[in-house]
């Protein structure tokens, strides 16, 4: 059985840290990428940041320089550190993984807040 363990979400003061991490377990096949997902409240959910299978990096445009995902030596765990976090920043973050073909799987969400 397939599952996304996250952590790291939280509330934090605007300009301030937060790491997030998740871990996948249970697949059968290899992990293509491993990357996070964010929805704000009254929008769409939205890719923020991927890691594939060669180490590859894709960011959404407005955390680019602030956000850095990174995966471990199992390729099994993702963590993305985040800085100077805004209010924008606010919203939840799924960790998505797709496995080998393409099999699709979503954390169960971990909330991040971002005070003035």
């Known amino acids: 059985q397939v599952q996304l363990v996250e952590s790291g979400g939280g509330l934090v003061q605007a300009g301030g840290s937060l790491t997030l991490s998740c871990s996948a377990s249970?697949?059968?096949?290899?992990?293509?990428?491993m990357g996070w997902y964010r929805q704000a409240p009254g929008k769409e959910r939205e890719l923020v940041a991927r890691?594939?299978?060669?180490?590859?990096?894709d960011y959404e445009d407005s955390v680019k320089g602030r956000f850095t995902i990174s995966r471990d030596n199992a390729r099994t765990t993702a963590y993305r550190q985040m800085n100077s976090l805004t209010p924008e920043d606010t919203a939840v973050y799924y960790c998505?993984?797709?496995?080998?073909?393409?099999?699709?799987?979503w954390g169960q969400g971990t909330l991040v807040t971002v005070s003035e």
């Open positions: 890691i594939g299978d060669g180490g590859l990096t």
């Open positions: 998505h993984v797709i496995e080998t073909p393409q099999f699709e799987y």
């Open positions: 249970g697949m059968l096949f290899s992990i293509k990428s």
